[in-house]
């Protein structure tokens, strides 16, 4: 449905996106992943034809943006970081407007108004106006107007950036509800929101794909083998963590043993094993046989965040990540 | 062009719901309200004066009235346009309005048109205030209504002229404010460029006073139509606009 060959986007000084290249297929939902100033919005933006690219081409939905681009913003919906909103219409008046806009007509119009005011749960508000709407409004009415066409493929940058919990999952809820009839690419700087979302991720840093691949596999790259994170009680009173770490090597298929942390007499271990080897139970034997308890035994699935730290790996966006990682 | 007139609809509907159009309207019914008063006291003054003269000579509504103030409308407009064409495409970069626009399925083209022609619209309202004092002249005299039927063309066209190049201005910048002092200071100096041809008959000083958009309403106040000035302004509302599209592709390039 996307495809992206070799897009690049130069400043004056700046190169804000360095020969990207990618494709996405119908019906997916894809999570542009990269910190911020990664070069997320301007990829987008070319995407939807708002800025053209300085070398390289990109299709969507069979059409060139550079060349044809009415036929394919006919096909995109756009939802920058700022819903484009006129604060002196009232929303249905918005979207009317935003509908002749994007070609709707006749009968057709209040038809697809209505259609996406429930669909975006924005129906109770639809004769205020826009500039006295709350921030989830808001963001509900710029998706809403984003859908009104029904686009083949829809671009939203940050849908869910500012705000709340609940209305982010019910954010999220809907962008997986359009995946199917509509392409979806969305752009963000949290992660747990890609785990969830997305099928598919694409990670960028300073303008340069770094990875694309999807998540269930991205995971699995990161981590090479199987890790597993045990906490082990010592019984009378003492625990040598070494003698620990010496027994759990000494398990079959065990390549490594790291202590991770220590308090009085429980520590937590994390071991790694090679790859295809399932070490869990014999590790759990080793420990009970060796006279400690075993509190906790439970694979260690690397978060997006690790993948995407180990993969772009600089100091700076290391801080800024584990920042906007916190965040629900 | 289908396009165009939605663009233009929902810009006179912005101009309609906040006070913008009522505030242009009342200060410009109010100004040009105290001008007629003006002019009428005047004209009511001289034909007093030249009765007790005893003076025959025929006093003349299109003369003496209608005429100086087209004029004046004409120059009080050039300190409406900024007010009007402002906020077209400063505000729309400032909200971020404008990405809709640009990743809609429009032509550029479409988009300025639109907007401009809303400007012309709102304008056209300001001169149908005062259509309701000259009413007054028909009422209780007998004007000639094809000299300011042209002049009422002149005037659009002078508008249309000036507008196209507030249109431009406001594409320059994010800043309302900014927009509408350039445009401002561009509508003054296109006024007072004829006065060059008041000392100076050299080639220059003519080209200059050419270029002054007053110059060209002239003939208009006067109830005749010179293709010469049509085409004037003419030339300035095409090249204003043009000039729209292009910064609207700059935009696009360079930001």
Not at chain 1, 169 to 191: C, P, Q, V, Y
Not at chain 2, 177 to 206: D, K, M, N, P, Q
Request: some cysteine.
């Amino acid at each position: 449905m996307i495809t992206v060959k070799e897009l690049t986007k130069r400043y004056a000084r700046t190169t804000a996106v360095d020969h990207i290249s990618f494709e996405v297929a119908k019906g997916q939902i894809v999570g542009f992943l990269g910190p911020n100033g990664a070069g997320k919005t301007t990829t987008m933006r070319m995407l939807t034809c708002f800025l053209p690219p300085s070398s390289g081409s990109a299709t969507v939905a069979g059409f060139d943006v550079l060349e044809q681009p009415l036929e394919a913003k006919r096909r995109i919906g756009y939802l920058p970081e700022t819903p484009p909103l006129y604060p002196e219409m009232e929303t249905a008046e918005y979207l009317i407007f935003v509908g002749k806009l994007k070609g709707l007509s006749g009968a057709e119009l209040p038809k697809r108004v209505d259609y996406v005011c429930e669909r975006c749960a924005i129906s109770d508000v639809r004769t205020k106006l826009l500039g006295k709407l709350s921030r989830g409004y808001r963001q509900r009415v710029g998706l809403a107007q984003a859908i009104i066409h029904n686009p083949d493929v829809l671009i939203l940058d940050e849908p869910t950036a500012g705000l709340d919990p609940k209305q982010i999952n019910e954010t999220r809820d809907l962008i997986k509800s359009l995946a199917g009839s509509h392409t979806i690419i969305l752009s963000t700087h949290i992660l747990p929101e890609v785990e969830q979302t997305c099928e598919q991720v694409i990670i960028i840093n300073q303008g340069k794909l770094v990875a694309t691949d999807s998540v269930r596999n991205l995971q699995a790259r990161a981590r090479g083998a199987e890790s597993v994170v045990l906490e082990i009680a010592g019984r009378n009173g003492t625990l040598e963590p070494g003698l620990v770490e010496q027994r759990l090597v000494k398990v079959a298929g065990v390549s490594r043993v790291a202590c991770k942390n220590q308090r009085d007499i429980r520590a937590v271990f994390e071991v790694e094993s090679q790859k295809g080897q399932l070490v869990r139970g014999d590790l759990a034997r080793a420990v009970v046989e060796s006279g400690w308890d075993l509190n906790e035994l439970r694979p260690a699935a690397m978060s997006l965040e690790e993948i995407f730290l180990q993969l772009t790996g600089s100091e700076t966006v290391t801080e800024k990540v584990t920042a906007k990682g916190g965040q629900p | 062009m289908r396009n165009a007139w939605v663009i233009c609809r929902k810009e006179l509907q912005s101009y309609f719901v906040s006070p913008v159009a009522y505030i242009l309207l009342i200060m410009f019914g109010l100004i040009f309200g105290f001008f007629f008063w003006n002019a009428l006291g005047f004209f009511i003054n001289e034909g007093l004066e030249m009765q007790s003269r005893g003076s025959s000579f025929p006093m003349n509504l299109n003369e003496q009235i209608i005429r100086p103030l087209l004029q004046n409308v004409s120059v009080v407009g050039l300190f409406f346009i900024p007010m009007i064409t402002m906020r077209l495409f400063a505000e729309e970069k400032r909200t971020g309005t404008i990405e809709l626009l640009a990743t809609s399925p429009v032509r550029d083209l479409e988009v300025i048109v639109g907007k401009w022609l809303a400007a012309m619209i709102l304008y056209a309202c300001l001169l149908l205030f005062t259509a309701v004092n000259f009413a007054f002249l028909f009422k209780y005299g007998n004007p000639d209504w094809k000299p300011l039927a042209v002049g009422y063309l002149g005037l659009l066209l002078q508008a249309g002229a000036l507008l196209a190049i507030g249109t431009f201005i406001s594409t320059l910048t994010k800043n309302q404010i900014i927009a509408g002092a350039v445009t401002f200071g561009v509508c003054l100096l296109l006024w007072v460029l004829e006065w060059v041809s008041g000392y100076e008959s050299s080639t220059w000083a003519r080209v200059l006073s050419y270029m002054s958009v007053i110059t060209h309403f002239e003939s208009f106040g006067r109830g005749v139509i010179d293709s010469k000035d049509a085409i004037f302004y003419a030339t300035v509302i095409f090249l204003g606009l043009f000039f729209t599209a292009r910064s609207l592709e700059s935009l696009r390039w360079r930001s």
